[in-house]
């Protein structure tokens, strides 16, 4: 007679699990969104008894596997989006996405708070989840590669590193199949302009990737210029623009002021509260800036800045882009003065 546990064991051969992680995501942020993704589909997969755990060589338990085939693939944003769709047609699959307004959150109602107030053209999955029966699923997942599968030639740049051991300085940073600015070169510009802005901001945390309060790290006399005195200040000019002018609220800025206006820049020292408390500003901002943009009935919507009078959100979106290339630039020779690590 046919165990409980092999009628499952036998039913999980007959299902598939894949997660699909975006190729934009540096290592460490796709193994969190693999972690995310996939706490939170075993939620929703059919219940398991659990299988037997077995005892090694030491006499330490080793807990017994997931019965479930689960396999990590790959997708550029466009097949992401494209995969999402499809997976959710049907009633076959159980499908779960993190998208890149949720991820930036930092507590649980603002990953829920977010994406709630952003519209359904402007959220972009960073990763996907998708479960079911194993045909159904290799169905909308076969033309993907494993995420351990190196890039094919025509997707990447030259290898990293050269055949000499050298960085070339050119390459695109941290890897060599980055695809920050895959953006549509056609179509709407509300998703142009987004996108641009939206490379550039994952272009200022690729930089900061790997280090802790090294952040604080100045670069040489006399300048107070620092990447985590880049982030303090980019927080306070995504609040300023999108925050105080263009929705009209009155509040101050974060780090900066009348009385300390190089607050954001001096203000940046080796504390991990310090680091910890730049990120999560810089986040919410970027979190309320992405949620005005796509609650904007248009392109043309204005606001009142003491400095330039009357401004709209077109302007201030090509401002930020600006604003960010100019500091990104910055932040490139800061990051080689740390580590040496190089790339655009």
């Not at 263009?246 to 203000?267: I, R, V």
Request: hydrophobic share 40%; net charge negative; with cysteine.
């Amino acid at each position: 007679m046919t165990t409980n546990l092999g009628v499952h064991i036998l039913m999980a051969s007959l299902t598939k699990l894949v997660l699909v992680i975006s190729a934009d995501l540096p290592a460490a942020w796709a193994v969190n969104a693999a972690a995310v993704l996939g706490l939170s589909i075993g939620g929703r997969l059919p219940p398991a008894p659990p299988t037997p755990d077995a005892m090694d060589v030491p006499g330490d338990l080793a807990l017994g596997p997931n019965p479930h085939q689960v396999s990590v693939l790959r997708a550029t944003p466009e097949q992401l989006r494209k995969l999402y769709a499809t997976a959710r047609a049907g009633d076959e699959l159980i499908t779960v996405g993190l998208d890149q307004v949720a991820r930036q959150a930092r507590d649980r109602d603002g990953h829920f708070a977010a994406p709630a107030a952003t519209s359904g053209e402007q959220i972009d999955h960073v990763a996907v989840a998708v479960f079911g029966p194993r045909d159904h699923v290799t169905a909308v997942t076969e033309d993907l590669p494993h995420h351990s599968q190196d890039a094919k030639p025509h997707d990447q740049g030259p290898p990293f590193p050269d055949a000499d051991g050298r960085r070339r300085r050119a390459e695109m940073f941290p890897a060599a199949d980055d695809r920050r600015f895959d953006t549509p070169a056609t179509g709407d510009e509300r998703r142009m302009l987004t996108d641009f802005l939206r490379a550039q901001r994952s272009t200022l945390e690729a930089k900061c990737s790997g280090l802790d309060t090294e952040l604080s790290r100045r670069s040489v006399e006399p300048s107070t210029l620092s990447l985590l005195g880049l982030v303090r200040h980019l927080a306070d000019v995504e609040r300023r623009w999108f925050r105080c002018v263009l929705a009209g609220h009155d509040e101050p800025l974060l780090f900066s002021s009348a009385t300390q206006p190089d607050g954001d820049f001096d203000g940046a020292v080796p504390d991990r509260r310090v680091v910890a408390e730049a990120w999560e500003a810089w986040r919410s901002e970027v979190a309320f800036a992405d949620a005005f943009t796509a609650d904007a009935p248009d392109l043309n919507l204005e606001g009142h800045d003491e400095w330039r009078g009357r401004v709209s959100l077109r302007w201030v979106l090509i401002h930020m882009i600006e604003e960010y290339a100019r500091h990104n630039g910055h932040a490139d020779l800061l990051r080689e003065r740390i580590d040496g690590a190089i790339g655009l």
